[in-house]
């Protein structure tokens, strides 16, 4: 009726003389083709419908109505209320909900960060003592559950005190870098390599008859020795298999 179309006019801030001559449909959002879709759906299937729109009013802001719109004969009969505030708020909602997981996210990977820090050795960028009394337990566990044979090999290097002693603790640090690496080249992806801590290294070898392990060992101890340490030359190591 004519109330509601000047109630709807007012609502999008028009003065009724400057829509002479405009179509209504005009008002609405460009992106937004959901009335004509409604109207060739009411013409072609007749049926009642509920859709929303969006409009633009005359100080740049949108208003969203929400329609009920229903075919009788040649004409379309339709009833709106604005939902603005509530397309608003669901608005809101989603930006905050997307921040929370946002948020979510950043504090799962801090975590994964955090842990990984706390069992990380900082030095060689291997696993911890603090890490391997953490899982050693579980391991066993398992393996006595599955009816595996797991292995333990731990070495190393001999008189390292002597280098510290004799070239400085950054020559020994870079000395326990390398051994780290010799290490992890040679043992399995699912091996395991700890620092037990100073010299000490340990690797966990899951699902591994000694015989193995002692190969993987002496593996290790060759190309160790086969290395040349920068400054410090040649070295060995002792290792212990169980």
């Known amino acids: 009726n004519e109330e509601s179309v000047i109630n709807m006019i007012n609502k999008l801030g028009y003065k009724i003389e400057e829509l002479y001559g405009k179509d209504f449909i005009s008002l609405k959002d460009k992106e937004d083709v959901t009335?004509?879709?409604?109207?060739?759906?009411?013409?072609?299937?007749?049926?009642?419908?509920?859709?929303?729109?969006?409009?633009?009013?005359?100080?740049?802001?949108?208003?969203?109505?929400?329609?009920?719109?229903v075919l009788e004969g040649k004409n379309i009969f339709a009833s709106g209320r604005d939902i603005t505030k509530r397309i608003e708020r669901e608005e809101e909602l989603k930006s905050i909900n997307s921040e929370l997981i946002q948020l979510t996210e950043t504090l799962k990977q801090r975590n994964k960060e955090l842990e990984l820090a706390a069992n990380t050795d900082k030095l060689t960028?291997?696993?911890?003592?603090?890490?391997?009394?953490?899982?050693?337990?579980?391991?066993?566990?398992?393996?006595?559950?599955?009816?595996?044979?797991?292995?333990?090999?731990?070495?190393?290097?001999?008189?390292?005190?002597?280098?510290?002693?004799?070239?400085?603790?950054?020559?020994?640090?870079?000395?326990?870098?390398?051994?780290?690496?010799?290490?992890?080249?040679?043992?399995?992806?699912?091996?395991?390599?700890?620092?037990?801590?100073?010299?000490?290294?340990?690797?966990?070898?899951?699902?591994?008859?000694?015989?193995?392990?002692?190969?993987?060992?002496?593996r290790i101890r060759n190309k160790m020795e086969k290395n040349t340490y920068e400054k410090v030359g040649y070295l060995i190591g002792s290792f212990g298999v169980a």
Request: hydrophobic share 40%.
């Open 35 to 69: 009335t004509l879709e409604i109207i060739n759906k009411l013409m072609e299937e007749k049926t009642t419908v509920t859709f929303i729109s969006k409009y633009l009013c005359k100080n740049k802001k949108y208003v969203h109505i929400e329609w009920n719109a």
């Open 125 to 218: 960028t291997i696993y911890n003592r603090n890490f391997f009394e953490e899982i050693i337990e579980n391991e066993i566990k398992k393996a006595d559950k599955n009816k595996e044979t797991m292995s333990l090999i731990i070495f190393d290097l001999d008189n390292f005190k002597q280098i510290n002693d004799t070239w400085g603790h950054p020559v020994g640090d870079k000395v326990l870098k390398v051994t780290a690496l010799i290490a992890k080249d040679v043992i399995r992806k699912t091996d395991i390599l700890f620092r037990w801590g100073g010299e000490e290294f340990i690797i966990l070898m899951p699902k591994t008859k000694l015989k193995d392990a002692v190969s993987v060992a002496e």
